[in-house]
């Protein structure tokens, strides 16, 4: 299983970033984002079930929204209103079976 994530880079506070991440292989139970600050452990962002349903952390309610495409493996995080806070290097997640499975990671610098 491999998951490639595309998106993310620099933007001034207050903007807007997209991600995406393309899973290999079947449709994965759940798929998300984590993040991760320097110095800081790696905390969920957003994850999506395959029937839909969604879990957000409490900072980002209403500014990120997560989605994703079950025929294509593939989920995605648009990312608006942006703050300095939410700079981390952003890591794709699904599971499947149990199992966790993680992307490299992208970094999303939010900076004026």
């Known amino acids: 299983v491999q998951l490639q994530a595309s998106g993310g880079g620099l933007v001034q506070p207050g903007g807007s970033l997209g991600l995406s991440c393309a899973a290999s292989?079947?449709?994965?139970?759940?798929m998300g984002w984590y993040r991760q600050a320097p110095g800081k452990q790696r905390d969920l962002v957003a994850v999506?079930?395959?029937?839909?349903?969604?879990n957000y952390r409490d900072s980002v309610k209403g500014r990120f929204t997560i989605s994703r495409d079950n025929a294509k493996n593939t989920v995605y995080l648009q990312m608006n209103s942006l703050k300095p806070e939410d700079t981390a290097v952003y890591f794709c997640?699904?599971?499947?079976?149990?199992?966790?499975?993680w992307g490299k990671g992208t970094q999303v610098t939010v900076s004026s």
């Open positions: 997640y699904a599971e499947k079976w149990g199992k966790d499975y």
């Open positions: 292989g079947n449709i994965f139970g759940i």
């Open positions: 999506m079930t395959s029937g839909g349903s969604t």
